[in-house]
């Protein structure tokens, strides 16, 4: 079973409202991926004096892969080879820890004046899909003991990637 989130804000209240479900109280156990898919392109932006300026590149993102260490690595596998820029470290899950999951956010001016279709590359938007197909092919051929590891839920929700990315 899959589950999506458009965002992590309707997640957050979905898990803040009496008997919707989405928390610790809903039957988990057969949920192989948890998806969050929001603000997945930003155009890269500079000081430029004392403006912004924006360039011809793609931003870097946040980003978790919450389960075992062999889904970590495919999820940062498969960002890396459809060309997604992550940050070297991770994030925490979003929408909660309940099951494997992973999730991009670019953040640098969401939620601003600036969050406007002109600074969201399609190119980016193209990468990132591309990889989330991928990694959910590659959920779809693990079992839910190789989501999720031998000791879910994982100690540290940031994952094993703490430094340089890869390592």
């Known amino acids: 079973m899959f589950i999506q989130f458009p965002d992590h804000h309707h997640g957050e209240v979905a898990r803040g409202r009496k008997d919707v479900g989405i928390d610790a109280t809903y039957n988990w156990k057969n949920v192989a991926l948890k998806l969050t898919m929001e603000h997945p392109s930003e155009t890269l932006l500079y000081m430029y004096n004392s403006d912004l300026t924006a360039t011809n590149a793609l931003s870097a993102a946040r980003w978790n892969a919450y389960g075992s260490a062999e889904f970590e690595r495919m999820t940062l596998k498969a960002l890396r080879d459809f060309g997604v820029s992550v940050y070297g470290v991770e994030d925490g899950p979003k929408n909660g820890n309940y099951a494997p999951s992973f999730h991009i956010i670019n953040h640098v001016v969401y939620h601003t004046s ?44 940031r994952g094993t990637v703490l430094g340089p990315i890869g390592e």
Do not use: C, W, Y
């Open 114 to 157: 600036l969050d406007t279709h002109e600074l969201v590359p399609a190119e980016g938007m193209s990468r990132s899909i591309r990889a989330f197909a991928a990694i959910i092919d590659n959920v779809n051929a693990m079992t839910l003991e190789q989501l999720r590891g031998p000791n879910f839920q994982p100690k540290d929700e």
